[in-house]
T-cell receptor, first 118, second 109 residues
C-alpha cells in the first residue's frame, strides 16, 4: 500500500507556543490530504481537508486560526497548532489517497503525532 | 453527513474463539474501510471494502451496500488481535472518511 509519513511522532511543548506537524506522501502525489484528531478512548474526528495550492476547508467547530494548514506541494501538508494550550493535547493523524481521485479508492494514514502541551 | 455506528463497543474473547464486528452506515458509500489501531495509535489498513467480500488470512469482511452494513470476521483469535477496530465510510466525492466509535477487542490467553 501507499506510504504516508508523519513527523514528529510525539512532541511536548509549553503552553502558548506553536507546534508544526508534517504529513508526507512518500511514494505518490496527494492533491488532497486530511487531518484528524483523536482524544483518549475516543474515535477519530475529521478536522480539515488540506488541498494542494489552495486553502484548507475546516469542519464545523474547528478553529482555522488555531490550526493552520499548508499544503504547498503534492507530497507535503503541514498542520500548525498555534498558541497551544493543554486542551489541545491530543493525537493528530493525517491521511491521503494514493490516486488523484478521492472517490472509489483506499485511504492511507500516517503513524500519528502525540502532542502534549504543558 | 453520513453516520457510522459500530457494535459491540467492547468484546472480550478467549484465545481461539471467533468474533463478528458490525458497522452500520446511514448513506450509500463509495469507500468503506476497516482498520486496526495498534497500541501506539497507528491505523493498520485491514480492508478496503465498499461492497462484496474479501479475506486475508484469519480475517474476512463483507459489505452489503444495499442494506448499509459491513461485517468484520476474526477467526481463531490470538492475543495479538487485541486493540481497537474502526470502520470508516465515505459518501459522495469529498474523500472524507467518517469513523465509527470503534470496537475494543480483548483476547485473553
Amino acid at each position: 500500500g501507499a506510504v504516508v509519513s508523519q513527523h514528529p511522532s510525539w512532541v511536548i511543548c509549553k503552553s502558548g507556543t506553536s507546534v508544526k506537524i508534517e504529513c508526507r506522501s512518500l511514494d505518490f502525489q496527494a492533491t488532497t490530504m486530511f487531518w484528524y484528531r483523536q482524544f483518549p478512548k475516543q474515535s477519530l474526528m475529521l478536522m480539515a481537508t488540506s488541498n494542494e495550492g489552495s486553502k484548507a476547508t475546516y469542519e464545523q467547530g474547528v478553529e482555522k486560526d488555531k490550526f493552520l494548514i499548508n499544503h504547498a506541494s503534492l507530497t507535503l501538508s503541514t498542520l500548525t497548532v498555534t498558541s497551544a494550550h493543554p486542551e489541545d493535547s491530543s493525537f493528530y493523524i493525517c491521511s491521503a489517497y494514493s490516486r488523484t481521485t478521492v472517490r472509489d479508492t483506499e485511504a492511507f494514514f500516517g503513524q500519528g503525532t502525540r502532542l502534549t502541551v504543558v | 453527513g453520513i453516520q457510522v455506528e459500530q457494535s459491540p463497543p467492547d468484546l472480550i474473547l478467549q484465545e481461539g474463539a471467533n468474533s463478528t464486528l458490525r458497522c452500520n452506515f446511514s448513506d450509500s458509500v463509495n469507500n468503506l474501510q476497516w482498520f486496526h489501531q495498534n497500541p501506539w495509535g497507528q491505523l493498520i489498513n485491514l480492508f478496503y471494502i465498499p461492497s462484496g467480500t474479501k479475506q486475508n488470512g484469519r480475517l474476512s469482511a463483507t459489505t452489503v451496500a444495499t442494506e448499509r452494513y459491513s461485517l468484520l470476521y476474526i477467526s481463531s483469535s490470538q492475543t495479538t488481535d487485541s486493540g481497537v477496530y474502526f470502520c470508516a465510510a465515505c459518501s459522495g466525492n469529498t474523500g472524507k472518511l467518517i469513523f465509527g466509535q470503534g470496537t475494543t477487542l480483548q483476547v485473553k490467553p
